[in-house]
């Protein structure tokens, strides 16, 4: 099965397995994080120092969206620590809630383009 692009008149196709997030793409952007990355992200947080909020994130496809959103949710003053899974879909972070509220949180993994609700505990 193959994909079809049409770009600036010109003809493209590309293999349907060779497209973000599907594990056996090959796409240098489409990194996928073993299952040792994925623990260890999770280890560090519950380690971190702070209030743990747990988030849904939907439209994630691959390792590059979860360290895009990784880094955005790093990057507020008062997030100790975040780890983001783009297979199950949550982002787990650790916060100085006099620092950074939920709100914030969220707005900056929307400002991505992505859809987030905090989860229900």
Do not use: Y
């Not at 073993?34 to 623990?39: I, L, N, P, V």
């Not at 280890?43 to 747990?54: L, M, P, R, W």
């Amino acid at each position: 099965m193959t994909r079809f692009l049409v770009l600036a008149g010109l003809f493209v196709s590309a293999p349907v397995w060779a497209c973000p997030g599907n594990p056996d793409c090959t796409s240098s952007h489409c990194k996928m994080k073993s299952a040792d990355e994925t623990t260890a992200a999770t280890d560090a947080v519950e380690a971190a120092d702070g209030t743990a909020v747990t988030m849904t994130v939907a439209g994630m496809k691959c390792g590059a969206c979860s360290d895009k959103i990784t880094a955005a949710l790093k990057a507020l003053d008062g997030v100790n620590e975040a780890a983001v899974d783009h297979v199950a879909g949550t982002a787990t972070v650790k916060v100085d809630s006099e620092k950074v509220t939920n709100d914030a949180l969220l707005a900056a993994v929307t400002a991505l383009g992505f859809e987030a609700h905090l989860s229900e505990s």
